[in-house]
């Protein structure tokens, strides 16, 4: 082989040792090695408890208890639960009370527990054009928005927050669709939503938790009109919004890892838990993100 | 910045993360490019070198292989790879390997395509004065690769290129896991959605100077070995 192959292959193979080096000193340790040796715990999540900073918050005290090291997707509700039917995680913790009766039904879930809230509300532009803050009721509020014309950005994901959107407007006589123009579904998570409605003037439907919790310049040109503390709205049972937490079942699926399922379940329900969900956000954002739910 | 560490130090804990999230993307991305080397050149360079039937289907099925989206990509391997699809048995879903296996799939076509056109474009002068001089077909394929080297590098780097900048695909089977999954691309969409837009755009400022880095070394390579070869 001439000299200059050899120099060639001497210096690109350097090359390549080289930078695999700075990737394995930085990177993962485990990179492409199984990790059975410890215990992991696969969640698929909501996307509002893991954006909110929830689950960074609270999780730690967990892993440290049970030893045991938590993998968290964080998806919507939609994918979530596919992600569980087809056994590719060990627990869900989603928001879609109908879903989740299904699911458990259906056999693919066991041990479901509800226990928080993160109340729905209703936000758009601080002028509000559509005269939300006067509803008399969440469907009444969407009416308003699809009378006045004033645009209206949907989740439109198959999320916990689309689904609810969907139930409202069923309730006001009304289903929407993209033909209406005003009517914009963007097919994206809570966060991109709120931006968009932000940019476009628009309105929507969000958890409280995401919208206290998103960068607050990100989304200035929007307030929370329908369904915050002091607000019309308030209390409205429609827009509630209880989460759960639910082991997939073994029956289906035993390859998943019930026992570290059920032992956060357990942790769930532990007074020191409960206490540091609905302390979180005090520090950060002057208010509770998630409220308990009561007899949890 | 809940995480009470980071309240402790928040430069020093963001800095490691970025760290850690920059390694994974390099050793995913590099893993990854350098097997689809390992298959690519050698095919490319078989597909310039030899007439067959049906070889102009499989040209295009190639070229139009570097116009599939990466996540569709994505989408298969997260059903193959799932407990419930034919693979699930091997445990890659949201570990870095699944990673690997789509950018793999993702950047094969560029390098064998690239490889193709590159090795074609010496092979028919040079091939026929070797043969003539009496050399074997491996003589020759290895000669023509080496007069084809520049061209092979450009197929490397355009892959690579495309991989360690993708985002569909990764978040898919790799799940964005903190620590475990996560790489720039992924972390750039999650702070994205958060609406912490700086720390977005700082962590694009990385991929890119990553990205910059590690093309002028391998070009800075090539211009001193086109030099000494001369």
């Known amino acids: ?296 | 910045m809940t995480d009470p560490q980071c309240l402790l130090n928040p430069a020093t804990n963001l800095l490691s993360a970025w760290t850690s999230v920059a390694g994974l993307t390099i050793q995913v991305s590099a893993t990854a490019i350098i097997i689809s080397a390992l298959i690519g050149i050698p095919f490319g360079t078989w597909l310039a070198m030899n007439q067959f039937r049906g070889r102009q289907v499989l040209s295009i099925v190639l070229y139009a292989g570097m116009g599939m989206p990466p996540v569709v990509v994505g989408l298969i391997i997260f059903m193959l790879l799932s407990r419930a699809g034919p693979l699930g048995g091997l445990g890659w879903l949201f570990t870095p390997a699944a990673m690997v296996l789509a950018q793999v799939i993702i950047s094969l076509p560029f390098v064998v395509v690239l490889t193709k056109t590159s090795v074609e474009g010496i092979s028919s002068s040079v091939s026929e004065q070797l043969r003539s001089l009496g050399a074997t077909d491996r003589q020759i394929a290895r000669a023509v690769l080496w007069e084809a080297r520049f061209g092979v590098l450009v197929a490397i780097l355009a892959g690579f290129g495309r991989v360690i900048s993708e985002v569909g695909a990764v978040m898919l089977v790799g799940g964005n896991i903190d620590g475990q999954t996560r790489v720039l691309t992924t972390a750039i969409v999650l702070e994205t959605r958060r609406g912490q837009f700086e720390q977005a755009i700082i962590l694009g400022a990385i991929l890119v100077g990553v990205t910059l880095m590690i093309f002028a070394f391998v070009l800075h390579l090539s211009q001193r070995t086109r030099q000494t070869s001369v």
């Open chain 1, 1 to 296: 082989m001439p000299r200059t192959t050899i120099s060639l292959i001497v210096s690109v193979s350097t090359f390549l040792v080289v930078m695999l080096l700075a990737g394995y000193v930085t990177g993962t340790p485990a990179f492409l090695m199984n990790r059975d040796d410890t215990d992991t715990l696969r969640i698929a999540t909501t996307t509002s408890l893991d954006d909110s900073g929830l689950l960074n918050d609270i999780l730690p005290d967990f892993e440290e208890r049970y030893n045991t090291q938590v993998d968290l997707i964080a998806v919507g509700t939609g994918q979530a639960m596919v992600l569980a039917e087809r056994g590719d995680v060990d627990l869900v913790l989603v928001h879609a009370p109908e879903l989740e009766q299904e699911f458990v039904a259906q056999g693919y879930g066991v041990d479901r527990t509800t226990f928080m809230t993160n109340p729905f509300v209703i936000v758009g532009p601080v002028d509000d054009p559509a005269e939300v803050a006067d509803a008399s009721s969440a469907g009444d509020a969407l009416s308003r928005i699809a009378d006045s014309g004033a645009s209206f950005v949907s989740r439109g994901d198959d999320s916990g927050t689309h689904f609810k959107e969907l139930e409202i407007w069923a309730s006001a006589g009304l289903s929407p669709s993209s033909s209406m123009g005003w009517y914009q579904p963007v097919g994206q998570g809570m966060g991109e939503t709120l931006l968009t409605a932000n940019e476009m003037e628009a309105y929507t439907l969000t958890d409280r938790a995401t919208f206290v919790a998103i960068a607050p310049e990100r989304v200035a040109d929007l307030e929370s009109l329908y369904g915050s503390p002091g607000q019309p709205g308030e209390g409205d049972p429609l827009l509630d919004n209880p989460y759960s937490a639910i082991a997939v079942n073994p029956e289906s699926h035993p390859e998943t890892r019930i026992d570290l399922a059920r032992n956060f379940v357990d942790w769930l329900n532990m007074d020191s838990t409960l206490t540091s969900i609905s302390e979180f956000g005090v520090e950060t954002h002057g208010e509770p993100l998630f409220t308990l739910i009561e007899g949890s």
